[in-house]
């Protein structure tokens, strides 16, 4: 019976951490289902990024009091769990706070004073946070897409974040033998007397309550991450490292149409000429993008990293205007579909069969589409350098290039510069009639 607890400690420890792999094993299985695309330029820029747009929270900042708060929270909750070694060794070994026994006892109280002043300062954060979603009500956080779970998970996460933080304060403040030694007790001092004429024996058992119920919503919590939007704590890295590097104006070429061009332009190609040998019975690659398997990995890496926050879709003009379209929609239903295709594959048995729906019209309409001005508002806006623009761009070209479906304007647009040269209905001759009025 000695060592039951620890062999308790250990079996939840295990589970705990081998759901999460799993879930990291299906999430990269997932991002895999995209397109290979070569992003393995420039590094030095990229961790240059990486370092200052995830670690440094550089585009957070940009909205003054939400983005302090983001980072007190990020911080906070970043450096308390530095904790969570220690409680690790405790539940493995038996130990009672082995930090007393690798560090000096002022060293020691220096670094939990410090954790007790963050947690402070991230379970204020959490409450305006809370207030700001909940009683303030900013209007983005309540668009039309953000249905009841993407709202309630965002309300979900600050719950975690204030019992989290809580029960690192009681456990301290019950642990008699860290109260004596009247060092890194910054605030839990204050705590303490709240739980005075109790005994000992219930002191100690408060006291490992809050600790074995610690440790445990903290692994709740890492497994939480990969059903909801936080997932960005983990994702925002390799996200922000793998963002798009070119001027946000600068749209990518197809590669089958830029060579189609190139032949045409090359006296010296032979237009009957057979295809290469091997290649006579391959099927054309699609143009454009219809349903989630035809994005490129970094798009989906995109889905997975979206904080919801709504950034993008508050500095678009489109939905300013009211227009149909949220870039954060796009995100949140390319996410939604990939996990359908995701929990297709799982239940097929590693091969996904077609279920009869794909992103576009099933998850996100034509007129979505066709309202974005292509403007980069929502790029530049995000946090975590997530394009919508990418696959909005995408899914417009296999509109016009595999269906034919562009709209009425932009077919009168094409068909003009086809026959005049310009995207005006006027002939060469007369084009510049205008000069003469």
Known sequence: MQYLPNIVFAIVLIAGIGFFVK????LARNIKLGKEVDVSDNKSQRWKNMAMIALGQSKMVRRPIAGFLHVVVYIGFIIINIEVLEI???????????????????????????????????????????????????????????????????????????????????????????????????????????????????LHFIGRGAWWVHIIGILVFLNYLYYSKHLHILLAFPNTYYGKLQPKGQLNNLEA???????????NVDPFAAPP?????????????????????????????CTECGRCTSECPA??????????????????????????????????KDDGKQLLDDYITREELWACTSCNACVEACPVSIDPLSIILDMRRYLVMEQSAAPTELNNMMTNIENNGAPWPYNQMDRLNWKND
């Open 23 to 26: 879930n990291v094993k299906k």
């Open 88 to 202: 690790i060794i405790d539940g493995i070994f038996g130990t009672h706070r082995v930090g007393l026994k690798i560090l000096p006892t002022s060293a020691y109280g220096f670094l939990i004073g410090a954790f007790e002043v963050l947690a402070v300062l991230v379970f204020v954060s959490v409450i305006l946070f809370w207030i700001r979603r909940n009683i303030i009500r900013l209007q983005r956080f309540w668009k039309s897409e953000m249905t009841s779970w993407p709202k309630n998970d965002g309300n979900n996460i600050l719950y975690f974040e204030m019992v989290l933080m809580t029960l690192f304060l009681v456990m301290n403040a019950t642990d008699v033998h860290f109260q004596d030694l009247n060092s890194g007790n910054v605030i839990s001092q204050f705590i303490e007397p709240w739980f005075s004429g109790l005994s000992n024996s219930t």
């Open 257 to 267: 149409v830029t060579k189609e061009v190139k032949m045409m332009m090359d006296p």
């Open 277 to 305: 040998a091997g290649t006579e019975n391959d099927v054309p690659a699609k143009f454009g993008a219809s349903d989630v398997q035809d994005l490129s990995w970094v798009n989906l890496l995109n889905a997975y990293t």
């Open 319 to 352: 939905n300013q205007t009211g227009k149909k379209l949220s870039p954060r929609k796009i995100m949140m239903d390319t996410r939604d579909r990939l996990e359908e295709v995701g929990k297709n594959i799982d239940t097929n048995k590693g091969e996904f």
